[in-house]
């Protein structure tokens, strides 16, 4: 047996070796310190512990779904209908029926029709889904901590997994960076054991994930792209250049092979190749806000000569083929709207109490910078940092930044938040121990301190988070009664005219959006696409026609009044809650 003179240093170890090395743990701080548990073997005892916290972690994902699940999200609505149009035959085509939907990448839609074949539901297919990859969550969060970190500290991750109402909500609801978080996670953590042990197959099992994640959203060839270039970067000033190599070639092989029917499918449909089409639709009603247009202009707007121009009235393919630009004019196209998103950005995650801040980011910071790092911390925290990055970058290019954009990021800060909270234990229990000498206070104070930090951090969060109107999406119960409502008619309707897609995905109908326009206009509008109904909601607010057409009605005798229920629209005093929807049957006397 090797005896302690012959153990190998610490500081003379490849980056491989310090993460294999169960020694290598993190020592420093006060009197007191002790190791957290990293390279501890799981006990049964324990791996029950786990299976424990993610069955937890389903049982609240789930009640979360049964209380605010009231209705699917618009998001939702695309991919379950997509789903629904794939059984059914239709190709892939989502609810605006205007061709091949290329704007979004297929896992997902796959993943509910699948499901929906076992459920009879695309919704509860979607919901079942989300459940499933959120409380999945807990184990690669826990297992990189417990990496990084030590099991206590990994305990406390694991704990904000569990319980974090953002988490919950993206658990509960149908958008596709739950299941892209879970993804992206579990190829952060066979990275992290392939940097640790260079085994082929873990390099292998980051390329699927990695290409799994790439399938619901395409900037995780962003990720794997900065990956290699650091792994080839470190290939060529390292020894272990040939396991690198090889790793690499692995990873990249097995992302190829899932990534591949995408980029097949994308190269097929618009004759030329490409990765993913998303950047060129941010990009074109990016473009049209950078010139003073609204959202709902640059989205939904109509000329006066009734030619469709917003993003989303037109199909996926018609704007990539309208749409050219250079390399140097994305860049100009990205500097300019980070300028405007840095601030908002930051803001949202470091002081927006749905996330949990500002509690949550000091401790981040806490867990970041608390205690210096060694090379398992440089290796885990930077790779992290990268992943984190990234989702940052994505942000800084998209005008409008919706909540729901920032539960990747949120989910990699929890990573650090749990070992911030692991570092006050270590303080509270440090500091007891100078002050009082007495050994068997320490640990309860510590503990004490670190479970008041998380539920500050969840009780924040939990007190704003049902109103946000991100996830208040889910509370539509009202459209989803009127969708229902629609369903009934005879005939069904075919068209549905709306500004959201949640009406008409319960009615069984395409969607075609209210045009942003001037009254006369978006009434000529009307009157060339013929749509089966009209529905305007009691909030539906950016138009300059819906507000005066939802109290005084529509100004023409073809808009007859069919459905009229709720008691309040949204900006009417009161203490109602309930949403106010009027539906227009469309009756074309041509």
Not at 200 to 205: L, M, N, R, S
Not at 332 to 344: C, D, F, Q
Not at 507 to 525: H, K, S
Request: hydrophobic share 50%.
């Amino acid at each position: 047996m090797m005896n302690h003179a012959q153990a190998p240093s610490v500081t003379s170890a490849m980056p491989g070796e310090v993460l294999a090395d169960p020694r290598v743990a993190d020592q420093m701080g006060g009197p007191g310190r002790r190791d957290a548990g990293a390279g501890e073997p799981a006990t049964p005892w324990f791996a029950n512990r786990l299976a424990l916290a993610v069955i937890g972690a389903a049982l609240l994902r789930v009640s979360w779904a049964f209380v605010h699940g009231l209705a699917i999200e618009n998001e939702g609505a695309e991919y379950a209908r997509i789903a629904m149009n794939l059984l059914d035959g239709r190709g892939y085509v989502g609810m605006l029926n205007n061709g091949t939907q290329l704007n979004f990448p297929p896992l997902y839609p796959l993943l509910i029709a699948a499901v929906s074949l076992v459920t009879r539901d695309p919704e509860l297919a979607a919901r079942t889904i989300n459940i499933l990859f959120g409380a999945l969550l807990v184990v690669p969060m826990f297992k990189i901590a417990e990496q990084a970190y030590g099991r206590r500290p990994a305990l406390a991750v694991a704990a904000l997994v569990v319980f974090h109402p953002v988490l919950i909500a993206a658990g509960a609801s149908t958008y596709a960076e739950g299941p892209y978080l879970t993804l992206t996670a579990f190829a952060m953590l066979y990275l992290i054991r392939w940097v640790g042990n260079r085994r082929p197959a873990e390099a292998i099992k980051t390329g699927i994930f990695f290409g799994c994640a790439y399938l619901i959203r395409p900037e995780a060839f962003l990720t794997v792209s900065l990956f290699v270039a650091c792994g080839l970067a470190l290939a060529i000033v390292r020894s272990q250049r040939r396991s690198t190599c090889t790793g690499i070639v692995s990873m990249i092989g097995a992302f190829a092979v899932v990534a591949a029917p995408n980029v097949l499918f994308l190269t097929a449909s618009t004759g030329q190749f490409r990765i993913q089409a998303k950047g060129a639709l941010v990009y074109y009603w990016g473009e049209r806000m950078n010139r003073g247009m609204s959202y709902n202009e640059a989205a939904l707007g109509v000329g006066a000569d009734l030619s469709d121009q917003g993003v989303f009235m037109r199909s996926n393919l018609d704007v990539l083929e309208s749409t050219s630009y250079s390399a140097s004019d994305f860049l100009s196209y990205v500097a300019r709207v980070a300028r405007k998103n840095l601030i908002p950005i930051a803001r949202t995650l470091t002081a927006q109490s749905e996330v949990g801040s500002p509690w949550l980011f000091n401790l981040v910071a806490i867990g970041l910078f608390r205690t210096a790092w060694d090379r398992r911390r440089l290796i885990v925290d930077s790779m992290m940092l990268i992943t984190a990055a990234t989702s940052v970058v994505v942000l800084l290019t998209i005008l409008e930044l919706w909540f729901r954009l920032f539960i990747v990021p949120l989910g990699l800060l929890v990573l650090w938040a749990g070992k911030g909270a692991d570092e006050l234990y270590q303080w509270g229990h440090d500091t007891v121990i100078v002050i009082t000498g007495r050994l068997r206070l320490a640990s309860p104070i510590g503990s004490v301190v670190k479970w008041t930090a998380i539920l500050l951090v969840l009780g924040t969060s939990l007190r704003v988070l049902p109103a946000n109107a991100q996830f208040g999406e889910s509370h539509n119960r009202e459209r989803r009664q009127a969708g229902q409502w629609l369903a009934q008619q005879e005939p069904r309707p075919t068209w549905v005219m709306d500004v959201g897609l949640q009406v008409g995905y319960y009615a069984g109908a395409d969607v075609i959006f209210l045009p942003f326009a001037e009254a006369d206009v978006a009434l000529r509008y009307i009157a060339m696409r013929k749509p089966d109904y009209i529905v305007l909601l009691g909030g539906s607010h950016g138009f300059p026609y819906t507000v005066k057409w939802f109290r005084e009605g529509i100004p023409d005798k073809r808009a007859v009044l069919v459905y009229d229920q709720g008691s309040a629209e949204f900006d009417d005093p009161g203490t109602s809650t309930t949403e106010r929807i009027k539906i227009y049957r469309w009756v074309d006397e041509t």
